[in-house]
């Protein structure tokens, strides 16, 4: 046997292993967490090495204490997605709104400084939210928006915006010239163009592009920490969750209930949108 | 969570003649064009720029949070919070643990996300559930992320040291988060697994676009699958392998939550982001913190240089 063949065998080998090590690694831990949430704590201690439970054992009582209201013995988490929702939501809708107009200009139209603009973007997402943080906290406070919703989700939209600019840009690009000009020579104005031929042949781009600000916002941790830590009515689930570590200790299957809560919701979008988000991701890199 | 593509080969920066003429339509589009662009950048301007200037300013005052309700914006200059940090052998340790930990994670999740990217790239049944999976650590909010492997390494009831000391043998159940070598490098470890599927995702994609005929060629020609890799397909990832490291390090040397919900920056992993918030949340010192944000920004500004170097040297738009 020549090297070649030596080397095409034993690749072939570990490549199986590699894939299985990968779905071990990227799956077995939110199967670990799944798990837990369903097996109750003394089952844990008793059987730390435990991979499997039978259906009829599944406990949801680490549920209903996570989800009940804290005036009925419980953590509160439902009131608490109620304010990550409407924080992701109204942060996709304002982020779009703003980013959509913006990435058309810098993908279509000539100004001056539209190249520095866009470096700007590039350089401002790039740069650090620590930096942003001691400011903003100032600032916020001074304006009465710390202990708000309103504050970290103008945050959220100004963290969101240069992201979602790129990603749109990409695809607006992607867009012939020749269908807008056609549109222009019908006698559209760009107005009227932009909302009857370029908005409408960009939806899904858009739509992939929301999802992704939606993921931003709800996971989020630093400014939920820094603005709405002292608030607990205002708590956003990741703050929620982190928060349940301070304090009376509580059972870990718990604190896996509240991360399934966390993630459950980020794992659907994620699956109904997974082929348009990679390529909007890395749309440009295949040309690299 | 962040991303950001590679910068791409811009279609419009040839098409653009080097001397406009301005005319009154040439007018009229930029006039629009700024209109359309001047939600994004007043938003930009006011809730980042502004910000971060200031934050040079306040870097040179003696503040607490309530002094700057009373005494306004300007005032005070003093050099104090310079000094008192950059005398601080505490700044200057987690100044190098954040190089350690940036370069280590940076460096793993690139090799780990090259291999992802390998081992997936032939097509077989189920490829693309086992794709959509290397992702998850990815997508998944960072608390629970966190957490889970929080409860895995739990030294009392963790079925990492249970495994441990009952199969591999242990003499004692190791505290991954709480003790010195461990910490740092489980931290690490985090960070790899964390974002190697950023690495993964974009490698995938420009292994794509690889010819298939110039490995075919090498193989025709006696190449083994190791040569094959090492001097025909490593060469074309290269560029893109260049545009990842950058922008992962920018990006970890001022990452915040992944460490602070791990280890809260203790046992030897207090990286400087930690550390400006602890400055910040914990002892109310808006100056010190300030100026500890000052110095990461100009070493980011650093990596920024290098990394707009980069592009323009391949004729890219950023």
């Known amino acids: ?15 199986w292993v590699s894939i299985v090590v990968f779905v071990l690694i990227t799956v077995g831990p939110f199967y670990y967490m799944v798990m837990l949430s369903f097996v109750p704590v003394s089952e844990l201690l008793q059987n730390p090495g435990q991979l499997w439970i039978p259906f009829s054992d599944l406990q949801f009582d680490a549920y209903r204490a996570v989800l009940r209201p804290v005036s009925d013995g419980g953590q509160g988490f439902l009131s608490f997605m109620a304010n990550s929702a409407m924080v992701a939501v109204a942060t996709v809708v304002v982020t779009l709104a703003v980013s959509v107009l913006g990435a058309y200009a810098v993908a279509r139209m000539k100004f001056r400084g539209r ?19 001691g400011p903003l906290y100032i600032a916020f406070s001074y304006l009465g928006l710390t202990s708000s919703l309103v504050g970290v989700t103008i945050v959220y939209v100004a963290l969101t915006v240069p992201v979602s600019v790129h990603m749109l840009r990409g695809h607006f ?6 269908v807008e000009e056609a549109a222009v020579i019908d006698g559209c104005s760009r107005w009227k163009m932009l909302r009857h031929v370029t908005l409408p042949l960009s ?5 992939s592009t929301g999802l992704y600000i939606f993921m931003i916002a709800w996971n989020e941790f630093l400014f939920a920490l820094l603005f709405l830590t002292a608030n607990r009515d205002k708590w956003t689930v990741s703050l929620a969750l982190s ?3 301070n304090g009376i200790e509580v059972p870990k299957t718990i604190l896996m209930a509240g991360s ?5 919701p980020i794992v659907v979008l994620y699956g109904i949108a997974e082929r348009t988000l990679t390529e909007g991701l890395t749309s440009g890199a295949d040309k690299g | 969570m962040s991303v950001i593509s590679p910068p791409e080969q811009s279609h419009s920066a ?15 589009e930029s006039r629009d064009g700024w209109i359309l662009i001047s939600p994004t950048f007043l938003i930009v301007a006011v809730i980042i720029i502004l910000p971060v200037l200031w934050n040079v300013v306040l870097a040179f005052q003696s503040v607490s949070l309530l002094q700057v309700r009373t005494n306004g914006i300007f005032g005070n200059f003093t050099l104090d919070n310079f000094t008192s940090v950059f005398t601080d052998p505490d700044f200057w340790a987690s100044l190098g643990t954040t190089t350690v930990y940036s370069i280590a994670a940076t460096v793993g999740s690139i090799v780990v996300g090259l291999i992802a990217a390998l081992v997936l790239r032939k097509p077989f049944p189920g490829r693309g559930l086992v794709r959509a999976c290397m992702l998850l650590p990815y997508v998944a909010p960072v608390v629970a992320a966190t957490f889970v492997v929080k409860v895995m390494l739990d030294p009392q009831s963790g079925i990492i040291n249970y495994w441990g000391t009952t199969i591999l043998g242990w003499n004692q159940p190791i505290n991954f988060l709480g003790t010195k070598p461990f910490a740092l490098l489980t931290v690490i470890a985090f960070e790899i697994w964390r974002y190697f599927p950023f690495a993964f995702l974009f490698l995938t994609a420009r292994l794509l676009a690889v010819p298939g005929d110039i490995e075919e060629a090498a193989d025709v020609d006696g190449a083994t699958p190791w040569q094959s890799f090492r001097f025909v397909l490593l060469p074309q990832l290269l560029p893109v392998i260049g545009v990842i490291a950058v922008l992962r390090m920018i990006m970890t040397f001022n990452k915040f939550d992944d460490v602070y919900l791990l280890t809260g920056g203790a046992a030897g992993t207090e990286v400087s982001a930690v550390r400006v918030i602890d400055t910040l949340n914990t002892d109310f010192d ?10 990461l920004s100009a070493v980011l500004a650093l990596f920024l240089l290098v990394y707009l170097r980069i592009s323009r040297r391949k004729g890219m738009d950023v």
């Open chain 1, 1 to 15: 046997m020549d090297a070649a063949t030596v080397q095409r065998r034993t690749f072939g080998v570990l490549r």
């Open chain 2, 286 to 295: 808006i100056g010190g913190a300030a100026a500890q944000a000052l110095a």
């Open chain 1, 260 to 264: 399934v809560i966390l993630t459950v």
């Open chain 1, 243 to 245: 928060q349940l570590t």
């Open chain 1, 203 to 207: 939806t899904p781009a858009i739509m």
């Open chain 2, 14 to 28: 040839s098409a653009v003649p080097t001397q406009p003429k301005p005319t009154a339509a040439s007018r009229r």
């Open chain 1, 173 to 178: 690009e992607s867009i012939p010239v020749s």
């Open chain 1, 115 to 133: 190249e520095k603009v866009s470096s700007t973007l590039l350089a401002v997402y790039l740069f650090p939210a620590v930096v942003l943080a």
